[in-house]
Nanobody
Framework: QVQLVGSGGGLVQPGGSLRLSCAASGNIFSIYVMGWYRQAPGKQRELVAVIRSGGSTTNYADSVKGRFTISRDNAKNTVYLQMNSLEPEDTAVYYC?????????????WGQGTQVTVSS
């Protein structure tokens, strides 16, 4: 069994910063793509950023390019999202996601979500 546990959300003023973390644990053989998605009230879940296993290939939503940075620590099975210059439009529940091979197969997993609120 595999779990993704996210943390680091909270309330921040516009222009502020937050760092999200998400650690994978359990029956893990290897982790491929890891990423962050978000869902604002009344909207569909959308991709924020993804990072491949080597850590050098990343992709970002246009709305966060230049403000957010995704990274990962493979030794810790952890993905991070550094969010700078936050805007009220970034308010959402942020979910981590990972493509993981276990001893029984390759599956896609979601974290429980962490709330990010940007407000003055």
């Amino acid at each position: 069994q595999v779990q993704l546990v996210g943390s680091g959300g909270g309330l921040v003023q516009p222009g502020g910063s937050l760092r999200l973390s998400c650690a994978a644990s359990g029956n893990i053989f290897s982790i491929y793509v890891m990423g962050w998605y978000r869902q604002a009230p009344g909207k569909q879940r959308e991709l924020v950023a993804v990072i491949r296993s080597g850590g050098s290939t990343t992709n970002y939503a246009d709305s966060v390019k230049g403000r957010f940075t995704i990274s990962r620590d493979n030794a810790k099975n952890t993905v991070y999202l550094q969010m700078n210059s936050l805007e009220p439009e970034d308010t959402a529940v942020y979910y981590c996601n990972a493509d993981i091979r276990t001893t029984t197969g390759r599956y896609n997993y979601w974290g429980q979500g962490t709330q990010v609120t940007v407000s003055s």
